[in-house]
């Protein structure tokens, strides 16, 4: 994972209609240029700046996409407190070598006449996220293919915090047959473990403190998985967040390809997945137990 750097000498370009950014992108692909794409909720943070850094060392030209998709939010509340920071990203995008920020509105996004894709994600979207934020990964699936449909990218860019929105979104590619390449990039943390997210910015310090239960946990569930099946793996894991303060949602192995519960036997790419609340702010991570083949 590189790490995030300062790109100095380009030049920011902030654009809000669709047909402006279409514009610059032909013009970009008449130079002859790779487009790299990093979609984001705005809020911008180090993890962002990771893969902004990723994608400009991959592509010609970087467009970053700012977007709160109220469609991919089954709670009100979540979608209303979600932190909105749109001053400071276009700041952040400057320093770290975005070349085109797009901030769009609601009916940019989603104009009238646009007909969500219908996507069969085999099951991938029923399990965790999917079975305690219903109807989540099919706003996350519109909104991306749609912002895809626009930007055309050669490739995007996303976070492995995120470990089940990448398994569906690679499989939207594969099922919708896109012509891009999705770059999937590990977790950035703080130095204590926290994984970045737009969310620790609703937390105090102490919170941020209690939260690094979460990388404990999972870091000493990677040194049990050698030891243990993964159902006692699981068991010793939740006794272990148990002993913080923050209040779990779900905690399991999973299978990397089919997002599974593992229970008797390992395979590679093994992965822990965690949800829990610390205090009102829902918080997500996961670590691969086993080594990929
Ligand atoms: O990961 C996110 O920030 C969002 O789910 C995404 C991919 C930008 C779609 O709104």
Redesign the pocket.
Known sequence: MPACFERKGRNLEIIDKVEVLKQALNSARKEGKSIGFV???GALHQGHMDLVSRASTECDLVVV?V???PT?FNNSADLKHYPRTPEADAELLKKFGCDLAFFPSNTEIYPENWVSPRVDLDGLDLVMEGKFRPGHFK??VE??SR?FEIVEPDKAF??LK?FQ?VAV?KKMVEELNLPLEIVACETSRTEKGLAMS?RNKRLSESQKEEALIIFRTLSQAKVDAGKFSPKETTARAIENFETGSLKLEYLTIVNPDTLQELTDNWVPGATMCIACFCGEVRLIDNLTLIPNS
């Open positions: 979609p984001t909720m996409s977007f709160v998709n991919q706003g996350v909104v991306v912002l996303f976070g995120d929105q979104i737009s």
